[in-house]
């Protein structure tokens, strides 16, 4: 079946410690998106990759970077996280981008920062 | 701007109960909304998809909801709960896909 995958499910990281979270789809989507979701909250958008092209919310903090190396796979990379920064990830595909088009979730990764 | 908003973050029925689950977006939103659920430690799973075709949209899992452009509302219904329908439910829609806040559904046996 066609899907999202996301690796590892549960992540725990030291305070300030770099960590990557990777996500793959083999949906074959142009664009991907990571949220993060914080408890009892919506999914906050952090950025989204439209082929390479990389939008960032204006939001967003600096601690947080990704990378597509390629259609399958993008990498959620957090420099040095702190605290405020355990909450669950979650990485979305869409097929193009524009109001239509619905996402596909991958089942998430929830981030522990000690 | 645009907005989604939902109305009662929690909502509590008895199992075989009608579930009803409020969504109302501003007008500045696109006509495309969505629902969404996610169950715990889960990401969000597509529920229905309205996309102008007809305004009432049914989806899986027995849930339909209703587009009403004059009350600019779309809520989410189904006739008779079951427990494993216990969830977070989002509601989405606009440009950049905005989430409502979601509502927290508790179904009693």
């Known amino acids: 079946d066609a899907m999202v995958i996301q690796n590892p499910r549960y992540q725990v990281t030291q305070f300030g410690k770099p960590v990557t979270l990777s996500c793959s789809q083999t949906?074959?989507?142009?664009?991907m998106y990571w949220y993060q979701q914080k408890s009892s909250q919506a999914p906050k958008l952090l950025f989204h990759?439209?082929?390479?092209?990389?939008?960032n919310e204006a939001d967003t903090p600096d601690n947080f970077q990704s990378r597509r190396p390629n259609t399958s796979f993008c990498f959620l990379d957090i420099r040095s996280p702190g605290l405020g920064d355990a909450a669950m990830y979650l990485c979305?595909?869409?097929?193009?981008?524009?109001?239509?088009?619905?996402?596909?979730f991958g089942p998430g990764t929830r981030l522990t920062v000690t | 701007a645009q907005s989604v908003t939902q109305l009662g973050s929690h909502v509590s029925v008895s199992e075989g109960a009608l579930v009803l689950l409020r969504c109302n977006y501003s007008?500045?939103?696109?006509?495309?909304l969505f629902w969404y659920v996610q169950y715990p430690n889960q990401g969000l799973q597509l529920l229905l998809k309205?996309?102008?075709?007809?305004?009432l949209v049914k989806g899986i899992n027995g849930f339909e909801a209703e587009f009403k452009k004059s009350e600019t509302s779309f809520h989410l219904t189904k006739p008779s709960a079951h427990m494993s329908d216990a969830a977070e439910y989002f509601c989405?829609?606009?440009?950049?896909?905005?989430f409502g806040a979601g509502t927290r559904l508790f179904v009693k046996a």
């Open positions: 979305a595909t869409s097929r193009l981008t524009g109001s239509s088009y619905e996402q596909y």
């Open positions: 949906l074959n989507h142009n664009v």
């Open positions: 990759y439209y082929d390479k092209d990389f939008n």
């Open positions: 007008s500045s939103v696109p006509p495309y």
């Open positions: 309205y996309t102008s075709a007809a305004t």
């Open positions: 989405a829609g606009g440009f950049k896909t905005i």
